[in-house]
């Protein structure tokens, strides 16, 4: 019997491990073949002569975005406005669904019925336009942290992890003397780092990829977030070369531009990953009540 469970159990593994393998090498082929185009030249990009490997190794797009002063200071822009729109985010979210997690709060259901209103009706491209302009928030970093402050899916998965945090710890803490805020601070935040960790990493990729606020409320080049920045290095490849009047440099460009964006936006989020990984898979609750 154990023998055959034993064999049973192989069998389940192999084929496991090759369905496993199968969906990783399908999942990494589009990121592989885009690294490989972002290193190919022109003419065998356009043959789709290039697969998983450079072909015609080629760096005249890099070097067109390295040595351009704009790109640098757009990218030091992005990570700014990253950087303080997640925390403007985080702080808000946290306290808002910390709040619509009490069940005997008086008016909690139409707090929530506000908050999914919004996924569902906006007011709109010209009326949210006026707003920010009547407000004075155009061409600055307010125009892009605070109309997307709060993310609703973000804000009901992060209530409902604060519901389902034991209620004998805060009133342990209510036991002790913690008010409210050193509740929240001292005993359901550091309980709370997985949700946490998950939040800032949807955030953070929200915020950096986003273009089209900053395309819409920045009038001034100096301060474009990198993703307009290539946006226009593409229109301009692309324009140029379809016009018939490209240069060599700009033929090249606008061969594998779209490769070399996706690599320069994507390689920041890539490398923050794995610092945030381990807290999906950590338990964090255990050990937390004892009883």
């Known amino acids: 019997m154990s023998d055959r469970t034993t064999r049973g159990h192989r069998i389940f593994q192999g084929v496991n491990g090759a369905i496993l393998?199968?969906?990783?090498?399908?999942?990494?082929?589009?990121?592989?073949n885009i690294i490989a185009r972002s290193f190919s030249g022109e003419r065998q990009i356009r043959a789709g002569e290039v697969t998983l490997w450079p072909k015609g190794f080629?760096?005249?797009?890099?070097?067109?975005?390295?040595?351009?002063g704009v790109f640098w200071r757009s990218y030091g822009n992005t990570i700014l406005y990253t950087v303080v729109s997640t925390v403007v985010a985080m702080v808000l979210t946290t306290i808002y669904a910390y709040v619509l997690s009490k069940k005997e709060l008086r008016g909690r259901g139409?707090?929530?019925?506000?908050?999914?209103?919004?996924?569902?009706?906006?007011?709109?491209l010209i009326p949210n336009y006026v707003l920010i302009t009547g407000l004075g928030m155009k061409n600055s970093i307010w125009a892009i942290a605070l109309p997307n402050a709060i993310s609703v899916f973000n804000l009901l998965v992060m209530k409902a992890f604060f519901e389902n945090l034991p209620s004998d710890l805060?009133?342990?803490?209510?036991?002790?003397?913690?008010?409210?805020?050193?509740?929240?601070l001292?005993?359901?935040?550091?309980?709370?780092k997985a949700v946490i960790a998950t939040m800032v990493l949807f955030y953070s990729v929200s915020f950096w990829n986003s273009w089209f606020s900053a395309f819409l409320y920045m009038d001034r080049t100096e301060l474009m977030p990198v993703t307009v920045y290539l946006r226009n290095l593409i229109a301009g490849a692309t324009t140029g070369g379809n016009a018939g009047a490209a240069t060599d440099q700009l033929s090249q460009a606008a061969a594998n531009i779209q490769s070399v964006t996706i690599v320069l936006t994507a390689l920041p989020i890539l490398a923050l990953?794995?610092?945030?990984?381990?807290?999906?898979?950590?338990?964090?609750?255990l050990g937390a009540v004892k009883g």
Do not use: H
């Not at 805060?170 to 929240?184: F, N, P, R, V």
């Open 21 to 32: 393998t199968l969906v990783v090498a399908v999942t990494l082929y589009p990121f592989v």
């Open 58 to 68: 080629n760096l005249t797009t890099y070097k067109i975005v390295f040595e351009d």
């Open 110 to 124: 139409l707090l929530i019925g506000i908050a999914v209103f919004t996924m569902f009706f906006t007011g709109g």
């Open 170 to 184: 805060e009133e342990a803490a209510q036991i002790d003397g913690l008010s409210t805020y050193g509740i929240l």
């Open 186 to 192: 001292r005993i359901v935040l550091p309980l709370s």
């Open 273 to 285: 990953y794995p610092f945030v990984q381990r807290y999906f898979v950590s338990g964090v609750m």
